[in-house]
């Protein structure tokens, strides 16, 4: 489970249902479960190590809202916002990601279906996950 792990953490959100529960309450109220990304964005990998502390955040747009590809897409935000960033046009598009649920034991199930599907799939497969 290390293994698959290491090479998830790498790019992907990661939904965990073991984080101390003061965390999970404290970040997603009435949720038991709590998603973990690593972005495969060196940018913001920096700021991330550079700050000394864990990062919350929260997508750069509404809900039901386009993805951001450059801070200019979510500029009515910025008012919120206590720092914005312009790391430049990210690649990636705006697909949202794809989002698995990994709480039960050897299985999977994809939440949200996005960027980079079929591959986070053969890295779970490789790990003899099977989908619930």
């Known amino acids: 489970m290390f293994l698959l792990f290491s090479t998830l953490f790498q790019k992907y959100t990661i939904i965990e249902s073991n984080v101390g529960t003061g965390v999970v309450r404290s970040l997603n109220p009435g949720i038991d ?17 550079g700050s000394g502390s864990v990062l919350a955040l929260t ?8 993805s951001s590809v450059c801070v200019n897409d979510f500029q009515s935000l910025w008012q919120h916002c206590a720092c914005v960033y312009d790391g430049g ?14 709480t039960k034991v050897g299985k999977y199930k994809v939440i949200r279906p996005g960027s980079a599907k079929q591959e986070t799939l053969a890295i779970l497969e490789k790990y003899l996950l099977e989908e619930e």
């Open 89 to 102: 046009l990210l690649p990636s598009g705006r697909q949202g990601s794809t989002i698995v649920d990994l």
């Open 59 to 66: 997508s750069a747009n509404l809900s039901g809202d386009r």
């Open 33 to 49: 479960t709590i998603g973990v990304r690593v972005p495969d964005c060196e940018f913001i990998r920096k700021v991330s190590r």
